[in-house]
Nanobody, 124 residues
Framework: QVQLVESGGGLVQPGGSLRLSCAASGFSFSTSAMGWFRQAPGKEREFVAA????????TYADSVKGRFTISRDIAKNMVYLQMNSLKPEDTAVYHC????WGTGDSRPESYNYWGQGTQVTVSS
């Protein structure tokens, strides 16, 4: 059974940091690209970051480039999203997703498996 379980969300002040984690199981994590997406109320799901399986090549949305960092730990089947210099517009539910044999695409339709998400709220 495929599972993606996110954690680490919460309430943080503007300028603060959070580290999201995603625990993966039930599929070949080491040969899957992993992505983070977010969805704010009333908005479409938005690409945040992705990491490819072969060379761990990373891709970021322009809105988070330089502030967010995606990484993975193959041994632990974990993917992380370090978020720094958070802004109110980063407020959303953050989902991790898996794309077996993928390259780290920014399109949600490329990803086969999704987690339920974790809420991130940036507010003073």
């Amino acid at each position: 059974q495929v599972q993606l379980v996110e954690s680490g969300g919460g309430l943080v002040q503007p300028g603060g940091s959070l580290r999201l984690s995603c625990a993966a199981s039930g599929f070949s994590f080491s040969t899957s690209a992993m992505g983070w997406f977010r969805q704010a109320p009333g908005k479409e799901r938005e690409f945040v970051a992705a990491i490819s399986w072969r060379y761990s090549t990373t891709t970021y949305a322009d809105s988070v480039k330089g502030r967010f960092t995606i990484s993975r730990d193959i041994a632990k089947n974990m993917v992380y999203l370090q978020m720094n210099s958070l802004k109110p517009e980063d407020t959303a539910v953050y989902h991790c997703a898996a794309d077996p044999w993928g390259t780290g695409d920014s399109r949600p339709e490329s990803y086969n498996y999704w987690g339920q998400g974790t809420q991130v709220t940036v507010s003073s």
